[in-house]
């Protein structure tokens, strides 16, 4: 975003520059009043243009903020809702396109709540999806395989992953009437990670039993969910201490809210909650994902 205006009561940028560090904004014009927090603001005479009073803006890759962040939504309109019902009760291209502008209207409400997501979310995690529009995913099924045809989902979902092969597992948030939620972990490990995931866990349970049995994952999770074998898989003993967790083919945290939890005000807060709640997890596969059973590092 090389450059980008906006009006916020005390300031006025006129100029921003966004790169991989901080943030510089210069260009900054005087006008009312403003509430940010976490930023700190300096003259610099480098920058003084007269007659406009110009100050150098900094913030820290910790308080990151967006031009828009100011009027973005915090949670997610009843419109939303409202359009996947009819969407639900009008499956058909026909009715689509008849709506279609409605439906671009909702999808872009939902692309700027993922944005600010994506900012907060960046403020605690490296994560390298590039902006909320990116990680939505297509409303338009695929109906190939499928016995259902009917031409478009009925909910919108996103997911934002994570950067680099070192830190593993990704976020997910789903929309849908009746059955929001907030998703993470590893739906479909790769046979070789699903192996050594197995391997870590049976040379050493504990460390994941702590974390799914801690109070905090407990209040918000309740429990690890995924798809498990119902035999011991090859290569286990069945009478393993662990073979309950050995098991699993699927690791999944899902933590679901009504539609009226998923419409208060205070939705994007508990969606960062969540999502951070999910971190002692996703760090203990990320370690045991990238270091071999005696600790050393595979890469």
Known sequence: ??????????????????????????????????????????????YL??????LYVLASFESLISPLSLNMPTNLPASIFSFLE??????????FQLNKTRYQEQFETVAQFADELLLRMKQSDEIETPSGKKALFRIHKDVRFSKDKSPYKTNIGGSFT?????????????????????????????????????NQIAADPEPLRKILTSKKFISTFGKLEGEQLKNAPKGFDKDHPAIDLINYKQFLLIKRFTDAEAQSANYLNDVVTTFQAMRPFFDYMSEILTSDLNGEPLF
Not at 22 to 31: F, Q
Request: hydrophobic fraction near 30%.
């Open 49 to 54: 243009k007269s007659p406009i009073f110009t």
């Open 162 to 198: 994570r950067a680099t092969q070192y830190l593993r597992g990704g976020y997910y948030f789903h929309i849908e009437p009746g059955n929001c939620f907030l998703g993470g972990g590893f739906w479909a490990p790769s046979p070789e990670d699903l192996k050594h995931i197995r």
């Open 86 to 95: 009819d969407l639900k009760e009008n499956n058909n291209r026909d009715w």
């Open 1 to 46: 975003m090389p450059f980008a205006s906006f009006s916020a009561t005390r300031y006025h940028l006129i100029s921003v520059s966004k790169y991989d560090g901080p943030i510089h904004a210069i260009g900054v014009i005087k006008t009312h009043t403003l509430f940010c927090p976490n930023l700190s603001f300096q003259k610099s005479n480098q």
